[in-house]
């Protein structure tokens, strides 16, 4: 196994002619250079030098040595400089994925003060729904996936084997429009009380959330749309065509118009949380991300 600080002894041998020089320009010991030397050659198993009294030559090997000794070290300088960049936030990438709600509430502004903070740092963002999301992480496909999962809900996904960074326990909303007969209470309103009304479904596992909360309320929804795509739920409300069950976070990325919200009884919650791998958590990119989110989070 060659060393590189081997390689740095025998290019200095080779550069000032002699042991002594060698030593004085390393700031190390005669001794010390005679050492690494010996190490060297017992490595590759071949002389290096010729001593020949005071003067000393670069055998063939030596010769062939020096001059890849030279790129190599060049290469390790740097590889040395970027890992330190990388380090200390002066590059580095990160590889997000978020849910469609985060990506247009959590993840633009903690992504603004990464960059003012970090400018050299780059982020770069898919979205994906969990479970998905966190396949992709346990994949390698990316570095922390944006996830949530609903307190209470059967088959709540296991992350024991990841980083978990809480971020923030956001509530289920009822949307009404804004003509219903119920959309100008101001107390919480029981699910319960919307039993008879066609439905406005969400994602999927939304949708699931949906049936299993209205079925412990004693009903089944009567899905009449079922779409992914949030602002078309609230439109589909606001045109009179049902009622929508939504986390609040969810709401908060579009703008709903002709649409009342209200506060669901009892009171349904997802934890929106940051996952990582324990490898990963460690890269600081990866944590000044995760910080970043969290403190987006608690504003």
Known sequence: MIEARHLRVLRAVATTGSFSAAARELGCTQPAVSQQMKALEGSVGTPLLVRTGREMRLTQAGEALVRHA???????????????AIAGLRAGRVRLVSFPSGSSTLVPTAL?????AHPGTRVSLEEAEPPRSVELLREGDCDIALAFRYEGAAGAEEWDDLVVRPLLRDRLVALLPERHPLAARAEPLAIGALAGEPWIAGCPRCRGQLVEVCEGA???????????????????????????VLPQLAVESVRPRG??????????????VALTLPDLAQVP???ATLEQLARTARR
């Open 112 to 116: 603004a003060a990464l960059r003012a």
């Open 259 to 272: 649409v009342r919200m209200l506060t669901l009884e009892p009171s349904v919650r997802r934890e929106i």
């Open 285 to 287: 990119a990866v944590a």
């Open 218 to 244: 004693g009903f089944t929804p009567r899905i009449d749309f079922a779409t992914d795509d949030y602002p078309a739920v609230v439109g589909l409300v606001g045109a009179g065509l049902g009622v929508a």
């Open 70 to 84: 030279t790129g190599i070290l060049a290469g390790l300088t740097a590889a040395e400089e970027e890992v330190a």
